[in-house]
């Protein structure tokens, strides 16, 4: 009687490791599912050695690091150069003199990112037409200029 109330015992711990072993059986086995998955992500699929693939995946790291270090350096002399380029054109046309009509006097201005460049001019008159070119720097002037040419300014 004894052995059977303990083969009872015994059956029933029994049982209950089997139901803790599957239990640990299905979660390890979930998380291989995960690491598999993540070694064919990395191994694209093909047999390969981890070790070769993280050390290619590396070398190419560092091949593009080295590529945007260069590209970066690129990009910042473009911009550089961009800052001397004529990035702000303006042209005003209006009416010189009272009796003139049509619009044929004009005034353009053309500067970079500094707002250092020129101003051009064309004053038309009946008998005359004349032209004015005025340095600008920084946005001004070192010659007087007219109601038009500061509308541009």
């Known amino acids: 009687m004894a052995l059977s109330n303990n083969l009872a015992v015994i059956i029933a711990v029994l049982g209950l490791v089997i139901v803790v072993l599957a239990a640990l059986l299905f979660s390890v086995k979930g998380k291989l599912n995960a690491l598999q998955a993540k070694y064919d992500f990395f191994t694209q699929g093909e047999e390969a050695n981890i070790d070769t693939v993280l050390t290619q995946t590396l070398n190419e790291l ?60 064309s004053i038309y008159g009946r008998d005359e037409s004349r032209c004015y070119a005025k340095d600008i720097k920084g946005g001004k002037s070192s010659y007087p200029l007219a109601e038009e040419e500061q509308k541009l300014l």
Do not use: P, W
């Not at 046309?93 to 005034?107: I, K, N, P, V």
């Open 62 to 121: 560092h091949k593009t690091q080295a590529e945007l270090a260069e590209l970066q350096g690129k990009h910042a002399k473009l911009q550089e150069q961009v800052q001397g380029c004529l990035q702000n054109v303006k042209l005003i046309r209006y009416d010189a003199f009272d009796a003139m009509g049509g619009e044929m006097s004009y005034s353009i201005l053309l500067t970079d990112a500094k707002k250092d460049g020129l101003l051009l001019t």
